[in-house]
């Protein structure tokens, strides 16, 4: 569950500009910036995200102050354990001053190190900065991204080469699964759902796991059940079983309360009472768990009341295609919360949804796709020019999270978005979630 951040580590001879483009990425002044070259400083490390995708940045400026010897040396033997932790580094240098005998030496220790390399030439702030930048093209690190990190220009561009260079999370996940971890579940709806009764009868069971832990209140007791997969935590249980107790029918739907067990649950279950059908507050519920970007499994409760069964599931799900267009293919179940009749399903859903939810799709997998795609339906004209979008990548998970890249991309119209989103919900079967599309522009 808990995937390892990608590290991308700053590399290049002092003074080429290391913290200042560390500062820009980061988005704060975090490391002290000198006109002296080797002002020793402490290297800085940060959480950033790349578009959405989290990475750990690290700074190697002023590592080279750590040992003796030779300037070259020196750089190498103390930026040594740094770049060694590195999926991507981002080697610096200076258009200004040029390239020198040391970037030179640099460069060819890095090729030999294997590491993932992206060259980024700074100082190249102006008109002419890019011509300048193609000196470091003779580096043989590839194509340089030119960029003035003390005037944030070519920012945008070395962002989108950095995910592009980045493992694809998808591999990084993969042994990394947690299985221990608790998934967590918010067990919300409006008033007289149910949602008490559904809980009573989860914790009647015998798969039950609960008990008072070390400094909870009675109240914040855990609630825990095993699902044959692994364990379930029942988040925000205290106002539930409270409610249970004095029996306050006049309670009134808090959207704030409902946002609060959302953030702490990864899958949410909204109860409605189907003797009423699928109301505009029930729908509302809804586009928050949308919008917070959980998963949700729709419980339709008190099917020992229905006579009608067929009639009023198709008039449901017909509402919810309708009206929760971003959500399409909402897992839904039905069943009894009093009689307990069908609860035993509830679980399995809840697991089904969680793992759509945590979903990661291959970048190779998803580009062929996303070929099909833009052969099938080729993308709009904009003011007489065609769109080209170049490719697609999977930035995160929880929910799935995807970023495409192309010329002018930014300007792709809604349609097409869509167009694209029911794509991977349908080829990629991720049915109900919520799934984030960005673009980005390109030159
Ligand atoms: P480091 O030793 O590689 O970390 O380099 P610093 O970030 O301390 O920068 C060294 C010097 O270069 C400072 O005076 C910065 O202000 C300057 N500098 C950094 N980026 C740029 C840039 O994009 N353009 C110009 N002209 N100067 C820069
Ligand atoms: P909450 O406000 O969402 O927690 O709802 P409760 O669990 O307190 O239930 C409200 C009312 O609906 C109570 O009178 C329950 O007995 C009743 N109820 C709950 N689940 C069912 C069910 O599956 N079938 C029927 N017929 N009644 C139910």
């Known amino acids: 569950m808990a995937v390892p951040l990608p590290v991308v580590v700053i590399a290049g001879r002092p003074n080429v500009g290391k913290s200042t483009l560390f500062n820009r990425l980061a988005g704060r002044r975090y490391a002290l910036v000198a006109d002296v070259a080797g002002v020793t400083r402490d290297h800085k490390e940060k959480e950033i995200e790349i578009f959405g995708r989290p990475v750990r940045l690290m700074d190697t400026a002023g590592l080279e102050e750590s040992a003796p010897e030779t300037l070259y040396g020196r750089m190498r033997s103390s930026s040594e354990s740094a770049l060694s932790k590195a999926d991507l580094v981002l080697f610096c240098v200076d258009v200004k001053a040029g390239i020198t005998p040391v970037d030179r030496h640099f460069a060819i220790w890095l090729r030999k190190m294997g590491k993932p390399v992206l060259l980024v030439a700074n100082k190249a702030e102006g008109r002419s900065g890019a011509a300048e930048a193609m000196e470091s093209f003779s580096l043989g690190l590839g194509e340089p991204v ?195 009749a069908g609860v035993k399903k509830f679980l399995p859903a809840v697991r089904k949804a969680y793992e759509i939810w945590n979903k990661r799709i291959p970048t190779g997998e998803l580009n062929r796709w996303f070929d099909e795609m833009l052969a099938q339906h080729t993308p709009p004209l904009i003011e007489g020019k065609r769109l080209k979008l170049r490719y697609i990548t999977q930035v995160k998970a929880r929910p799935p999270t995807f970023v495409v890249f192309g010329t002018r991309a930014e300007q792709l119209p809604e349609d097409y978005k869509r167009y694209l989103v029911n794509g991977l919900r349908h080829s990629f079967h991720m049915p109900g979630t919520p799934i984030r599309l960005q673009v980005r522009g390109t030159k």
Not at 183 to 209: C, D, F, H
Not at 239 to 255: Q, Y
Not at 261 to 289: C, F, P
């Open 146 to 340: 030119a960029v003035s990190a003390e005037h944030g220009e070519g920012i945008t561009d070395l962002m989108q080469e950095i995910l592009a260079h980045l493992p694809p999370e998808a591999d990084m996940a993969a042994e990394e699964e947690d299985q221990d971890k608790p998934l967590k579940l918010a067990i919300v709806g409006r008033p007289n759902a149910g949602k008490s009764t559904l809980l009573n009868q989860l914790l009647g069971q015998e798969r039950m796991l609960t008990g008072p832990e070390p400094g909870l209140t009675r109240d914040s007791v855990a609630v825990f059940l095993y699902d044959g997969t692994g364990l379930v935590e029942l988040v925000d249980t205290a106002g539930l079983r409270k409610k249970a107790r004095i029996e306050d029918a006049l309670e009134k739907m808090s959207t704030s309360a409902t946002i609060e067990s959302l953030k702490m649950a990864e899958v949410v279950a909204l109860v409605i009472d189907a003797t009423l059908g699928l109301e505009e507050q029930d729908l509302q519920i809804a586009r928050l768990i949308e919008r917070e970007g959980r998963c949700c499994v729709l419980v339709l409760n008190k099917w020992d009341a229905i006579e009608d069964r067929e009639g009023v599931r198709k008039k449901i799900l017909n509402r919810a295609e309708i009206s929760l267009t971003q959500m399409r293919g909402l897992p839904m179940i039905a069943f009894s919360a009093l009689t307990g």
